[in-house]
């Protein structure tokens, strides 16, 4: 089955880390690349991170460049979010999402990330 | 940053009835190898979003033919031809022009 699993959301302390990973399977995934979108009720989506199916490429707004850091291991189907200096408002659901033609056409289930005190 | 804005923020239908989503772009979507990068996604309750219609009016793989893309520059639309109740949720437009990879803040499609 063509599938994208989330896991290592939680809840951890303001200046605290935490590392997702996504796990992906039925498909070829160095083929792809493979991105982070998260959501929350005041911000709606918001696009993290992506990296190109070699992980040579790194693409990220400013909003979390130096903090959130994608990457990935080809050899295990898996992504990972490694997340840094957390804020309040990095407080989401992230979402693990495959891209293809410049669309996300597969998405997991999500991880929630809470940061608070 | 592209801001992409929707309207409504939502909508209550009559099941069988039509429903029409308007999504504004700040700037083009209309790329020098002549692709509009405009998408729509639909979260249904509980779920995560899931790619509908791609570069403004193709639907994606499975979508059923009741929905519809159309637009150019940076006016498009969605339209639901006849409301069924398994379309319930919200309704994103993307870009995917420009990074950073923008979305609207979503319209919610309520059945009445």
């Known amino acids: 089955e063509v599938q994208l699993v989330e896991s290592g959301g939680g809840l951890v302390q303001p200046g605290g880390s935490l590392r997702l990973s996504c796990a992906a399977s039925?498909?070829?995934?160095?083929?792809?690349?493979m991105n982070w979108v998260r959501q929350t009720p005041g911000r709606g989506l918001e696009w993290v991170s992506t990296?190109?199916?070699?992980?040579?490429?790194?693409w990220s707004p400013d909003s979390v460049k130096g903090r959130l850091t994608i990457s990935r291991d080809n050899a295990r189907n898996s992504l990972y979010l490694q997340m840094n200096s957390l804020r309040v408002e990095d407080t989401a659901i992230y979402y693990c999402?495959?891209?293809?033609?410049?669309?996300?056409?597969?998405w997991g289930r999500g991880t929630l990330v809470t940061v608070s005190s | 940053d592209i801001v992409m804005t929707q309207i409504p923020l939502s909508l209550s239908v009559t099941p069988g009835q039509p429903a029409s989503i308007s999504c504004k772009s700040s700037?083009?979507?209309?790329?020098?190898?002549?692709?509009?990068?405009l998408y729509w996604y639909l979260q249904k309750p509980g779920q995560s979003p899931q790619l509908l219609i791609y570069?403004?009016?193709n639907r994606f793989s499975g979508v059923p033919d009741r929905f519809s893309g159309s637009g150019s520059g940076t006016d498009f639309t969605l339209k639901i031809s006849r409301v069924e109740a398994e379309d319930v949720g919200v309704y994103y437009c993307?870009?995917?022009?420009?990074?950073?990879?923008?979305f609207g803040g979503g319209t919610k499609v309520e059945i009445k």
């Open positions: 999402a495959r891209r293809y033609n410049r669309y996300f056409d597969l």
């Open positions: 039925g498909f070829t995934f160095n083929s792809y690349e």
């Open positions: 990296i190109s199916g070699s992980g040579a490429q790194i």
């Open positions: 700037q083009s979507l209309l790329d020098s190898d002549g692709k509009t990068y």
């Open positions: 570069e403004v009016s």
């Open positions: 993307m870009q995917s022009i420009q990074l950073p990879l923008t």
